[in-house]
């Protein structure tokens, strides 16, 4: 059984990588009209290579998203729905909260960077999720035979985003691989 400090670790650990692994854009869906009261849930999973100074990391939660790049929450939870971390964010700050500690950075790239070791694209992920560009960074769709896009050195597969799927590698080291099913298929 792992111990609450690896637990956590990971829990951290996979809200960075998750909010930077979902670059799902491109044109699939209009989103709400009020985007600051969106919100989404499902499962995932990500695998981060191992990379010098930092072990391959496995994990798997389900998630609540509410909000945008702005301003949002996102929860994560364990199988038996106990929350394992969760984090808030505003344009001056973001706050990372586990069973075992706050802590406040100035923004969701320094929250990556402190968990992941890197800076991480991690505004995005409230457009993301709902397959539609991040209108912060440019993007390329990719083929008419795989829907989805290039953008942020990672690729976006959404062949299957009607069913609630969301393929996202980013191939550049450490190379990090998301699955998402969402709840509720767009």
Do not use: H, Y
Request: glycine residues 6%.
């Amino acid at each position: 059984m792992a111990s609450v400090d690896t637990i956590v670790r990971r829990a951290a650990a996979l809200l960075s990588a998750l909010l930077a692994a979902l670059t799902v854009a491109g044109c699939a869906t209009t989103g709400p009209a009020d985007r600051s009261t969106a919100s989404v849930s499902g499962r995932l999973s990500i695998q981060v290579d191992a990379s010098p100074g930092q072990p391959a990391n496995r994990f798997a939660a389900a998630f609540d998203l509410t909000g945008t790049a702005e301003q949002g929450q996102l929860q994560l939870n364990s199988p038996l729905g106990v929350t394992m971390a969760s984090a808030q964010w505003s344009s001056s700050e973001a706050v990372l909260i586990t069973p075992d500690s706050e802590r406040r950075f100035p923004d969701l790239e320094a929250l990556s960077r402190e968990a992941l070791g890197e800076s991480l694209p991690l505004r995005a992920l409230p457009d993301w999720l709902k397959g539609r560009p991040w209108p912060g960074a440019p993007s390329q769709a990719l083929t008419a035979n795989m829907p989805g896009f290039d953008q942020l050195d990672w690729r976006i597969d959404l062949s299957r985003f009607s069913e609630g799927w969301v393929s996202a590698d980013r191939r550049s080291a450490p190379v990090v691989a998301l699955r998402v099913r969402l709840d509720t298929p767009p």
